[in-house]
C-alpha cells in the first residue's frame, strides 16, 4: 500500500533532484528570426530599427524598387546557454547582412559606383558590422560600466581575426564612448566562437557564438545583465546610412529548472503507484 506518508516523500525527493538547466545550442540558419525564439525565456529580444525607411537613408531608387539595405537592423537577438557558457548572437538585418544595396542587383550596384560609393563583398574595405559589450556599473547596476569587449568585422582590416572573412572577438579599446567598429584591440582567443554564415542571400543574418562568455570579466555577468552596442555601416558607400543602437541594457538571463528525464520517470512511478492506491481503495 503506498500511503501518504511515502507520496510526500518521493516527491521531496524528486524534487531535490531537478537539476538547473539552461537552452540548448542554437543551430544556425542564416535566419535570425527563425533561430531566435522570442518564445524561449532565454533569448532577448532588443529592438533597434522599427522603421528603416525613415530611420536610415539609402538611394531613392532603392526604395522605389522596395528594397531596404543590409545596414538597417531590425533587432539584436541574444541567447545565453549557461551550460556550456556560449553566447548565441543574432543581427537581424531587413536586409543581406552588410550590402549597402541589399538584395539589389546590377543596377543599382552601376547607381552607386556612378556616385562614387563601394559596397565590396564580404563586408570588405571599411564596412564594419560590430557588437559591443560592457558591463555593469557595480556603484549602480543599472548604469554602464566599462567597455570590456566587441565582436564582429572591425572597419580597419589590418585588425581582422581568423574567422569567418575575418571576423574576431577581441578587447575593446578606446575611451567609454568609443566608435565600437572602431575599438579592436587584442584578440580573446578563449571567447573567440564562430561566424556561421558570410551574410548572402541563402544566410541573410548575421550570426555568431561567443565562448567562455562569463569569463572574459567579472563585470560580464549573464546573471547581472549587461550592455551592448551595435553598428552596421561604411563610410565609403555615398547615399547609403549606417546604422547604431547605441547602448543598450539587456536585462539579466535566469537559469531554468527542469526535471531530468531520470526525474521524470520517478514522476511516473509515483503516480503509478498512486493511482493503484485509489484503486484498491475503491475495490475495498
Known amino acids: 500500500m503506498v500511503c501518504r506518508t511515502a507520496l510526500r516523500s518521493a516527491l521531496a525527493t524528486l524534487l531535490l533532484g531537478a537539476s538547473s538547466v539552461s537552452a540548448g545550442p542554437i543551430d544556425f540558419t542564416g535566419f535570425v528570426e527563425h533561430d531566435f525564439n522570442p518564445a524561449d525565456k532565454q533569448t532577448k529580444v532588443i529592438q533597434v530599427n522599427s522603421n528603416p525607411l525613415n530611420n536610415i537613408v539609402q538611394m531613392p531608387e532603392m526604395t522605389a524598387q522596395g528594397i531596404i539595405n543590409g545596414y538597417a537592423l531590425k533587432d539584436i537577438r541574444l541567447s545565453y546557454d549557461f551550460n556550456s557558457d556560449t553566447m548565441y548572437v543574432g543581427l537581424n538585418t531587413y536586409s543581406i547582412a552588410g550590402s549597402a544595396i541589399g538584395t539589389g542587383g546590377p543596377d543599382l550596384a552601376a547607381l552607386l559606383a556612378a556616385q562614387g560609393g563601394q559596397d565590396p563583398a564580404d563586408v570588405g574595405g571599411r564596412?564594419?558590422?560590430?557588437?559591443?559589450?560592457?558591463?555593469?556599473?557595480?556603484?549602480?547596476?543599472?548604469?554602464?560600466?566599462?567597455?570590456?569587449?566587441?565582436?564582429?568585422?572591425?572597419?580597419?582590416?589590418?585588425?581582422?581575426?581568423?574567422?569567418?572573412?575575418?571576423?574576431?572577438?577581441?578587447?575593446?579599446?578606446?575611451?567609454?564612448?568609443?566608435?565600437?567598429?572602431?575599438?579592436?584591440?587584442?584578440?580573446?582567443?578563449?571567447?573567440?566562437?564562430?561566424?556561421?554564415?558570410?551574410?548572402?542571400?541563402?544566410?541573410?543574418?548575421?550570426?555568431?557564438?561567443?565562448?567562455?562568455?562569463?569569463?572574459?570579466?567579472?563585470?560580464?555577468?549573464?546573471?547581472?545583465?549587461?550592455?551592448?552596442?551595435?553598428?552596421?555601416?561604411?563610410?565609403?558607400?555615398?547615399?547609403?546610412?549606417?546604422?547604431?543602437?547605441?547602448?543598450?541594457?539587456?536585462?539579466?538571463?535566469?537559469?531554468?529548472?527542469?526535471?531530468?528525464?531520470?526525474?521524470?520517470?520517478?514522476?511516473?512511478?509515483?503516480?503509478?503507484?498512486?493511482?493503484?492506491?485509489?484503486?484498491?481503495?475503491?475495490?475495498?
Open 127 to 284: 564596412k564594419s558590422i560590430s557588437l559591443g559589450f560592457a558591463g555593469v556599473n557595480r556603484n549602480d547596476l543599472s548604469t554602464r560600466g566599462d567597455n570590456i569587449m566587441v565582436a564582429g568585422i572591425p572597419a580597419n582590416k589590418a585588425l581582422a581575426g581568423p574567422g569567418l572573412i575575418g571576423f574576431t572577438v577581441s578587447t575593446m579599446t578606446g575611451g567609454r564612448d568609443a566608435a565600437v567598429q572602431h575599438s579592436y584591440g587584442s584578440l580573446l582567443s578563449n571567447q573567440m566562437g564562430d561566424l556561421a554564415f558570410n551574410p548572402s542571400a541563402a544566410h541573410p543574418g548575421f550570426e555568431f557564438t561567443i565562448k567562455n562568455f562569463s569569463k572574459v570579466s567579472s563585470n560580464l555577468n549573464p546573471e547581472e545583465g549587461f550592455w551592448v552596442n551595435a553598428y552596421l555601416g561604411s563610410p565609403d558607400d555615398r547615399g547609403i546610412g549606417e546604422e547604431g543602437s547605441g547602448w543598450i541594457k539587456i536585462p539579466a538571463f535566469e537559469k531554468q529548472v527542469v526535471p531530468e528525464p531520470t526525474t521524470w520517470l520517478a514522476w511516473t512511478a509515483v503516480l503509478a503507484s498512486a493511482g493503484a492506491y485509489r484503486v484498491r481503495r475503491r475495490s475495498r
